[in-house]
Structures are given as structure tokens and as C-alpha cells.
């Protein structure tokens, strides 16, 4: 059974940092980090490729940062200059062949 697992959610004040972590239990071709806040459809953060490609949702560009460590099939996200609007639980997606496998989510909360 595939798993993936997150960590580094947590509380933090606007302008603030925070870093996610997901691990998967086997390779994924693409890794990526999506969002749901309440009341709210979940929406792309940002994704990358085995390769390295990487594509973000324009509210993060220039504060979020996508990484991947092939070698620990994991995936990183570097969350800079945080705003009360990127409040949210936060899913790790490992994609292999037609399979997308998600994460249990990790809560991320802004104060202002």
C-alpha cells in the first residue's frame, strides 16, 4: 500500500516561514502540494517532476519553493513571507503511471 506522509504544519505569524516535508512510501513520477481551506474547493500550491519542473499557483510565486530529494521520494515546500490567506490544510499528491495517491494533510494556520 502506497503511503504518503506529512509533516511541518503548524501555527505561525504573517510574514512568517515554514517548511512541509512529504514522504512517500515508493517513486512518484510528479510530487506536488494542494490546499483546502474552510469552505473552499482544494486548489494547486505548487507541483515537480522527477525531472525537476516545476509549476506554481500564482498567489505563491515568489514566496513558495517546490523541491524534491529523488533519493528519499520526498517532496519539499519552503513557505516564505506567509499571509492569513494561505491558512489552510495542506495535502501532499504523489502521482505513478494513472495512480494519484494523497497524503492524510497537514493543517497550516497565519495569524495576522
Known amino acids: 500500500q502506497v503511503q504518503l506522509v506529512e509533516s511541518g504544519g503548524g501555527l505561525v505569524q504573517a510574514g512568517g516561514s515554514l517548511r512541509l516535508s512529504c514522504a512517500a512510501s515508493?517513486?512518484?513520477?510528479?510530487m506536488g502540494w494542494y490546499r483546502q481551506a474552510p469552505g473552499k474547493q482544494r486548489e494547486l500550491v505548487a507541483t515537480?517532476?522527477?525531472?525537476?519542473?516545476?509549476n506554481y499557483a500564482d498567489s505563491v510565486k515568489g514566496r513558495f519553493t517546490i523541491s524534491r530529494d529523488n533519493a528519499k521520494n520526498t517532496v519539499y515546500l519552503q513557505m516564505n513571507s506567509l499571509e492569513p490567506e494561505d491558512t489552510a490544510v495542506y495535502y501532499c499528491?504523489?502521482?505513478?503511471?494513472?495512480?494519484?495517491?494523497w497524503g492524510q494533510g497537514t493543517q497550516v494556520t497565519v495569524s495576522s
Open positions: 515508493r517513486s512518484m513520477f510528479s
Open positions: 499528491k504523489g502521482t505513478s503511471g494513472v495512480w494519484n495517491y
Open positions: 515537480i517532476s522527477t525531472g525537476g519542473s516545476t
